[in-house]
C-alpha cells in the first residue's frame, strides 16, 4: 500500500520558518500537492509540484513566503515556509497524484493523502 508520510510541523513564532517533508513509498506519482485546514475550515491548496519538471505551483497568499521542491531521490517533497503568520496555522495535509498532472488546486484531483502534520505559529 502506498503511503505518504509528512513531518516537520510544530510550534513556531510569527517570523519563523519551518520545512516540511513528505516521504512516498513510490516514485511513480506525477506530482504533489501541500493543502491546509485550520479548525473550522475548509481544507485549501498552499502548493504543489509537478514531478517530472519540478515546476511549482502558490496559492497567492503564501506566494514569496512558501518554496516546494522535490528530492527524486529519496521520493520526498519538501515545503520551506518562511516568515509564518498566524494564519498559516493550521494542519499541513501532503498529497500524490497519480493520473495525468492537472487541477492541481482541487483536492479532489489527488489520490493518495498523507495523515498531516500540524503547524501552530504564535503571535
Known amino acids: 500500500q502506498v503511503q505518504l508520510v509528512e513531518s516537520g510541523g510544530g510550534p513556531v513564532q510569527a517570523g519563523d520558518s519551518l520545512r516540511l517533508s513528505c516521504t512516498s513509498s513510490?516514485?511513480?506519482?506525477?506530482?504533489y500537492g501541500w493543502f491546509r485546514q485550520a479548525p473550522g475550515k475548509v481544507r485549501e491548496f498552499v502548493s504543489a509540484?509537478?514531478?517530472?519538471?519540478?515546476?511549482?505551483y502558490y496559492a497567492d497568499s503564501v506566494k514569496d513566503r512558501f518554496t516546494i521542491s522535490r528530492d527524486n531521490a529519496k521520493n520526498t517533497v519538501y515545503l520551506q515556509m518562511n516568515n509564518l503568520k498566524p494564519e498559516d496555522s493550521a494542519d499541513y495535509y501532503c498529497?500524490?497524484?497519480?493520473?495525468?498532472?492537472?487541477?492541481?488546486?482541487?483536492?479532489?484531483?489527488?489520490?493518495?493523502w498523507g495523515r498531516g502534520t500540524q503547524v501552530s505559529v504564535s503571535s
Open positions: 498529497a500524490a497524484m497519480w493520473k495525468q498532472w492537472g487541477l492541481y488546486t482541487n483536492a479532489l484531483q489527488y489520490d493518495v
Open positions: 513510490s516514485p511513480s506519482f506525477t506530482g
Open positions: 509540484i509537478r514531478w517530472g519538471t519540478g515546476s511549482p
